[in-house]
């Protein structure tokens, strides 16, 4: 009764009758111990019940019970307490598959994926076989850690074992593939499954945005919604990733009218993601309004606030006016008791580095670890010299890569070695420009203008330039742009350039 009240999930329901048993003089079994810990895990809040039966299984000595021990690493890895699930993993005396799989999807809920990958290894030499749970975990930490030869590996032991065509081993198989850049051997798993779900037609919808497939993920989308198809908030995510990709703001619009009609605009995840969206795309109306109307917000609404208010502006006073409301942000998200991390700080830094604020990017430096505690990170360090070699200040910026906490890379000497070599020929950066002549009319543009009479539709027109040679199969060269930003920021960048809103123009 106590296991069916558990997989009911009526857990203070199968508490209670336990103490009723108990208190009527019953003894207790390991199976009956291991229900009880399956509810402590499920419930998602009994930590504390779970300490009492851990507790009951020391009195009563059925630490050594397979059942009772297995279900309690699986109550401590779910927690996150790792040190104490490896130590009782250790102590126990009889281990079976489920106890392995158990601990390894502690540490692949915790991002420990090569952690993961020595605990199959280590199963593998005590001859357990895996089943389909220990395969989807281990598949996923091979995508996740995109160990192309390793994931080989592991489908062979896949295949080897019949677990091939198991539902949930299938759907991290497409998502590993998806994460390996290999889209048509995540197709031909997915269109060879007898049966599919939704996490299915997610993963295969995200296996094509993430390779840039993005006419393929609306197509695979539209027939998710054909054959009925539950769609969820990772469908929605996902779809909406794709439109942030593009910079095609009709399609974006479009999934987020589809999100009003689902119902799911008040979902925090989908909503974080539209946020990331309209700020990839620099539509910062949009992106206010949709914050404001967030009943909900993390860290990551937050973050993708001030990364768009960081973002606007190409000339010197709309940078400070952009970071004048990316500081704004800051310091109300802050005031809600929200703990920065190290992706703010980017965003911070990075919009003072190009607003010429040096002084406040130094401040902000100096207390992201002191006031905030954020660690250091590589990229904070770039962006605090390209701070001070855009300022001119050489010197300064060389003293700080000689006393940064973590070892300088080759990208940070290259911004340094850049900016001597300017400074000492003397040379002054000179924003871009292109012209164009139509009907007699000489029209000019700089890097992402926006001041043309008819600059929506210029962008517009830029958007379908670019979906159109990437379908033809154009991977732009980012290697030739030198801003500490990310790879999809250069990749804007280049896109924004001055001579290819005249050639859209024209």
């Known amino acids: 009764m106590i296991s069916a009240l558990v997989r009911a999930s009526l857990y203070p329901d199968a508490f209670l009758l336990f103490g009723q048993m108990r208190a009527q003089g019953f003894g207790t079994s390991g199976f009956v111990i291991a229900s009880l810990l399956t509810a402590c895990t499920g419930s998602g809040v009994m930590v504390h019940q779970g300490f009492q039966i851990h507790s009951l299984i020391l009195k009563n000595g059925f630490l050594y019970n397979v059942y009772a021990g297995t279900s309690l690493v699986n109550f401590y890895a779910a927690y996150g307490f790792h040190s104490c699930a490896c130590s009782l993993f250790d102590k126990m005396l009889e281990k079976n598959v489920v106890s392995w799989t158990s601990l ?48 080989c590996q592991v489908l062979g032991h896949v295949i080897k074992c019949g677990y091939e065509y198991d539902l949930s081993v299938a759907n991290s198989l497409i998502s590993m593939f998806g994460n390996l850049g290999r889209v048509r051997e995540a197709y031909y798993v997915f269109n060879h499954m007898s049966a599919r ?13 993430r390779n840039y497939s993005y006419k393929d993920s609306f197509h695979c989308f539209n027939i998710m919604c054909h054959v009925h198809e539950k769609v969820d908030a990772i469908t ?24 009003h009609k689902l119902g799911f605009d008040l979902n925090l ?64 998200m802050v005031n809600t008791g929200l703990k920065p991390d190290h992706v703010t700080f980017v965003s911070l830094l990075s919009s003072c580095s190009h607003g010429g604020l040096v002084d406040r990017g130094l401040k902000y430096y100096s207390l992201m670890n002191t006031k905030f505690g954020v660690d250091v990170g590589i990229e904070h360090c770039v962006c605090i010299i390209d701070l001070l070699g855009r ?23 290259r911004i340094h070695d850049l900016r001597v070599e300017m400074e000492s020929s003397n040379v002054k950066k000179q924003p871009a420009c292109s012209w164009i002549k139509i009907k007699r009319k000489i029209s000019s543009f700089a890097i992402g203008d926006k001041s043309h009479y008819e600059s929506d539709k210029i962008y517009v ?5 670019k979906m159109m040679i990437k379908e033809a199969g154009y991977v732009p060269d980012t ?27 024209g």
């Open 391 to 413: 300022s001119g200040r050489l010197l300064e910026a060389e003293n700080f890569i000689r006393k940064m906490p973590i070892p300088p890379n080759d990208f940070v000497w």
């Open 104 to 151: 390894m999807v502690g540490y692949s809920d915790n991002g420990d994926f090569m952690e993961v990958i020595n605990l199959y290894r280590l199963m593998r030499l005590e001859d357990v076989k895996g089943n389909q749970n220990t395969f989807t975990t281990v598949i996923t930490s091979c995508g996740s850690l995109e160990d192309e030869s390793l994931g």
């Open 461 to 465: 027109k830029l958007s379908e330039l």
């Open 269 to 332: 995840s989908v909503c974080n993601t539209l946020l990331g969206m309209y700020s990839e795309t620099r539509r910062s109306k949009e992106m206010i309004k949709l914050f404001e109307e967030m009943l909900e917000k993390d860290l990551i609404s937050w973050n993708s606030l001030i990364v768009g208010h960081g973002q606007e502006g190409e000339c010197m006073d709309a940078l400070k006016g952009s970071f004048q409301e990316a500081q704004e942000a800051f310091h109300e």
């Open 236 to 259: 929605l995510s996902a779809l909406l990733s794709v439109c942030g990709s593009m910079d095609h703001f009709l399609w974006g619009a479009a999934v987020h009218g589809l999100v």
């Open 479 to 505: 290697s030739v742009a030198l801003q500490d930003i990310d790879e999809e920021q250069k990749e804007d960048h280049l896109w924004k350039h001055c001579e290819r809103l005249a050639l859209a123009y």
């Open 197 to 209: 779900d939704t996490i299915s037609w997610n993963s295969m919808i995200s296996a094509y945005a």
